[in-house]
Every structure is written in structure tokens, then in C-alpha cells.
């Protein structure tokens, strides 16, 4: 099997959605002499929004630090391989096709699905080369999760909000309380988590493992202290030690939740303060991208993957810090059917921006003109085409260099614009 036939493989797999239980991932993880168990010290996150920023930040600590690192994130953006990476580096396609030609029968038989069996690669991978750190990123939820087979020396919830409310629930202690199921009776947990119900049940489930719970906002407190497109600079002060002006090569102040979560997760982990500013500042270089990533200027155009009505407040409150820089704004959309539409639309409405909205590369994407009669509705005529590339193309043609270029709404849609590179890397 190459790396083509793996991808053949592994990506019909998403016909079989989401299926509940962990018995499959298990029977996987057994053929490779269950690697979850050998994956040195284990950092799980989980959170509506935000657990990859705080996943990247933590691999890129533990890095830092001198520790070998593995990071399993997910979706990817372009390539099947960016999920998993040791040391900011992708596994490579030839390891991708040797771990699918020994898994195959058994995922056939099982009917696996594409998570459990990109989880049960990855650790095997990770088991292999010897990790010392492995930090892992849910994909949905927690209790149920193909991750949740790893016990985690570290637990952490980053955030609670309505997401995948099919799966989850609509309640926040509802949702919190799937999300908390990454606790162990050996872990430490880390939350940033302030909506009371939800972590009211955070705390009930920590106090029910006997478990210390760290809570950001009652034993650590951050303050922005600069914001700029592409660099953020805050502080931390977690009980008696101050970190002072701690940078990151991100856009928004919303991130210092998730940044100092990461630190305080290191901290506990023992990692010195040279190698948590160290990690902080080499971001990306774990492969962290499309987070209100500028990828070109004049104009200035900014990639996102917020695809929910939480993670789509934040950014639009973050832009509007920058939006008088700008002679005009053009927003670029496309967002799948399990989002809340209507309220992604509400809070990038008050940007005063020229809409166009596009079908996603994907079969759960809402049509580019149901989505664009909803934008009617709330009193906005958006531009409306079939693909990514030819919205994008509309945009560029009538943008100014003094504009701002937001490509917002989804993962499928920030992957496709970068892999095509449909954008000039300057203009003027």
C-alpha cells in the first residue's frame, strides 16, 4: 500500500459518521500492543473552542523544554499528515500507508471510522518513535472520543459552548459534563471554563476522581497587555509567580485564555519559565495555522477556521479593534449545516463588511444561496458562488490595497484556499 492507497482508504471511512463507544478504537489500538499505554507523559485537551491553540502552545513548551513531543490535532488544512506530528515535524506519507496496510482488515471488519482509525495511527506512531510528551486534541466531545482510550496525566477544558449539540447535548453541564470525562483519577485538571453550570460540573466530576483542579480566573490570572494582527503580548500571574509580557505570534487577546492554560499546564509538567517563553514564541512551528492567520498584504488578508457562533464572536471582537485601519472589509464565508448560521452571521454583521458567501468543499456544506437568503434576511446582499476560489477571485478583483480580506466559517474552506494558494503573497 502507498501513501494514495491509504488516503483511498482511510477517507471513504467518513461514510460511517459518528458512532458511539470505544470498543472499536480499542480493537484497533490492540494490534498495535496498545500504544496508548506508551506514550510517556499524556496532556489531553478538550473544549468547544480554543484546544488547539492551547495544544500547539503546550507542544511547542514541552519542545522547548527538550522534551521529545508528539501532537495530535485535528481536522487537518491541506495533507492527511499535519494531524500528527513529534517535534513539529508530519508524519511522513510512507508511515502514514505502513500503519494502514496493518490496520486495514481490521478496520474493514469493523467498520471503524475515519477518527478512530486516524487515532489508533497515531498513537502507534507515537509509541514507536519513543515519545516522551504526547499532547492530544479531542475531536468531539470527550466521554465517547476515540482519545479518551490515552489516561491523561494532564486534563484540560478549555471552553464550554454549543457545538455538535446533536451529540452533546444543548445544556452546558450537559456538554460539560462529556468534555470532563477526559479526567482520570491520576491526572491534575486545568479549566478556563467560566459559564457556572458547565463548570459547576467540571468541579463535581474533578472532586468525584479526587483530583486537584486548577481554575484560571480564581488560581491564575492573565492581562492582555498588547494586541496586534499576528502578535499577542500578555501576562500571567498564577498564585506567586508572574510571567511577565509573554509573547505569541497570534491575533487576538481572546487566545491569552489559551495560552495560559498551556503555561500553567507546563508549569505543573516542571518546565522552566526560558522554555514556556521559548514555546510561546516558536508557535508556529508546530504547524498552527488559521487562526486569524494573515497569509498576505495589500490587502491584508486574514485565514480562520471559527466555525461556531462562540469561536465567531471572538474573532469578529477582535477585528473590530483593527477595522478602522481599513478603507473597506470583505468577508468571504462558507460554514457547514450543524452550525448555527444565523448567529455566525449576527456577530460579523457589525464588522460593516461586503459579504460573499460560498459552497464548502464538503457534503455537509450549506448551499452558497441558502446562506446567502439568510444574510438577506438580516438586511446584507452578499456576492454568491459555488466555489472558494471563485469568491476569493471576486474579492481580489474588486479589493483595494488599504482593504482587510477575512476567509471565515470552516476548516474545508480555509484548506482549500490554501492548498490551491489562490492568493497573492503581496499586491501594489
Keep these: 500500500m502507498n501513501y494514495q492507497q491509504a488516503l483511498d482508504f482511510l477517507f471513504p471511512l467518513h461514510r460511517f459518521g459518528m458512532k458511539p463507544g470505544l470498543e472499536r478504537v480499542e480493537r484497533l489500538l490492540e494490534i498495535f500492543q496498545s500504544p496508548q499505554k506508551r506514550l510517556g507523559t499524556v496532556v489531553h485537551i478538550a473544549g468547544t473552542n480554543g484546544k488547539g491553540t492551547t495544544a500547539s502552545a503546550l507542544a511547542a513548551i514541552f519542545q522547548a523544554s527538550g522534551r521529545k513531543t508528539a501532537l495530535y490535532t485535528s481536522p487537518h488544512l491541506v495533507d492527511f499528515t499535519e494531524r500528527m506530528r513529534i517535534d513539529g515535524v508530519p508524519i511522513s506519507p510512507e508511515k502514514v500507508a505502513a500503519y494502514c496496510s496493518v490496520m486495514k482488515d481490521v478496520v474493514t471488519s469493523l467498520q471503524a471510522t475515519f477518527f478512530e482509525a486516524t487515532t489508533a495511527l497515531a498513537f502507534a506512531w507515537f509509541a514507536d518513535e519513543q515519545a516522551e510528551v504526547a499532547v492530544i486534541e479531542t475531536g468531539m466531545g470527550g466521554r465517547l472520543d476515540a482519545t479518551n482510550t490515552v489516561a491523561s496525566d494532564y486534563a484540560v477544558i478549555t471552553s464550554v459552548g454549543s457545538d455538535h449539540t446533536a451529540w452533546l447535548g444543548t445544556a452546558p453541564a450537559m456538554i460539560a459534563r462529556e468534555k470532563a470525562a477526559i479526567m482520570n483519577s491520576d491526572s491534575m485538571a486545568f479549566t478556563a471554563v467560566t459559564d457556572s453550570e458547565a463548570l459547576a460540573e467540571i468541579e ?9 483542579l486548577f481554575i484560571l480566573g480564581r ?9 496586534e494582527p499576528g502578535f499577542l503580548e500578555f501576562t500571567l500571574i498564577h498564585g506567586s509567580v508572574r510571567y511577565s509580557r509573554l509573547q505569541a505570534p497570534v491575533t487576538g487577546g481572546f487566545h491569552a485564555s489559551n495560552l495560559s ?26 504547524g498552527y495555522r488559521g487562526r486569524l492567520e494573515k497569509i498576505s498584504s495589500r490587502p491584508d488578508l486574514f485565514l480562520d477556521v471559527s466555525h461556531n457562533a462562540d469561536g465567531m464572536r471572538q474573532t469578529a471582537a477582535t477585528l473590530a479593534l483593527f477595522r478602522s485601519r481599513y478603507r473597506c472589509m470583505h468577508i468571504l464565508a462558507g460554514l457547514a449545516s450543524d452550525k448555527d448560521a444565523v448567529a455566525v452571521i449576527r456577530h460579523l454583521l457589525p464588522l460593516n463588511a461586503d459579504f460573499t458567501v460560498v459552497t464548502i468543499p464538503s457534503e455537509r456544506s450549506i448551499p452558497a444561496a441558502e446562506l446567502a437568503e439568510l444574510l438577506r434576511l438580516e438586511g446584507n446582499i452578499p456576492a454568491v458562488f459555488d466555489t472558494p476560489l471563485e469568491g476569493l477571485d471576486h474579492i481580489l478583483r474588486c479589493a483595494d490595497p488599504q482593504d482587510m480580506i477575512l476567509v471565515t466559517g470552516s476548516f474545508f474552506l480555509a484548506g482549500e484556499i490554501l492548498s490551491r494558494k489562490a492568493f497573492p503573497l503581496s499586491r501594489g
Design 219 to 227: 488560581d491564575a490570572r492573565y492581562l492582555v497587555d498588547r494586541e
Design 204 to 212: 463535581r466530576t474533578a472532586g468525584k476522581c479526587g483530583i486537584p
Design 261 to 286: 492554560l498551556a503555561v500553567m499546564v507546563a508549569e505543573a509538567a516542571g518546565v522552566g519559565e526560558a522554555a514556556i517563553r521559548t514555546g510561546l514564541a516558536n508557535l508556529l512551528q508546530t
